[in-house]
C-alpha cells in the first residue's frame, strides 16, 4: 500500500523560509511524477509544482515560480518542496501527491496518492 507523509510544516513570519517533506512508502517513484498541491481556507485545492522522478525536471505555479524549489531524494525516497521568500497568501495545508505514470500534471484528478497535508501559516 502506498504511504505518502508529509511533514515540516509550521507558523513563520513572512519572508521566511521552510522545507517540506514527503516520505513515500510502499512503492518505488522512478517511474512516477509528484507533486505538491495546497489548500488555503475557504479556496480549492491548487497545483504548486511537480517534478519528473526519474529526470528531476520540475514544474512550478506562476505564484511561486523563483520562491519554491522541489526536489527528490533517490536514496530515501523522499519529496521535498523548498520554501522561500514567503507570503501571507502562502498560508495554507501543502499536500504531496503521486501518480502511477511519469508525466508531472498540474490536475488533481491525475493523481492516484495523496498524503494528509501538513499546515504552513504564514504571519505578517
Do not use: H, I
Not at 495546497?38 to 520540475?58: H, I
Not at 525516497?77 to 497568501?89: A, D, P
Not at 502511477?100 to 499546515?119: R, V
Amino acid at each position: 500500500q502506498v504511504q505518502l507523509v508529509e511533514s515540516g510544516g509550521g507558523l513563520v513570519q513572512t519572508g521566511a523560509s521552510l522545507r517540506l517533506s514527503c516520505a513515500a512508502s510502499g512503492r518505488g517513484f522512478s517511474n512516477s511524477a509528484v507533486g505538491w498541491f495546497r489548500q488555503a481556507p475557504g479556496k480549492e485545492r491548487e497545483f504548486v509544482a511537480a517534478l519528473r522522478w526519474s529526470s528531476g525536471k520540475t514544474y512550478y505555479a506562476d505564484s511561486v515560480k523563483g520562491r519554491f524549489t522541489a526536489s527528490r531524494d533517490n536514496a530515501k525516497n523522499t519529496l521535498y518542496l523548498q520554501m522561500s521568500s514567503l507570503k501571507s497568501e502562502d498560508t495554507a495545508v501543502y499536500f504531496c501527491a503521486a501518480r502511477k505514470t511519469s508525466m508531472p500534471t498540474m490536475a488533481l484528478s491525475d493523481y492516484d496518492y495523496w498524503g494528509q497535508g501538513t499546515q504552513v501559516t504564514v504571519s505578517s
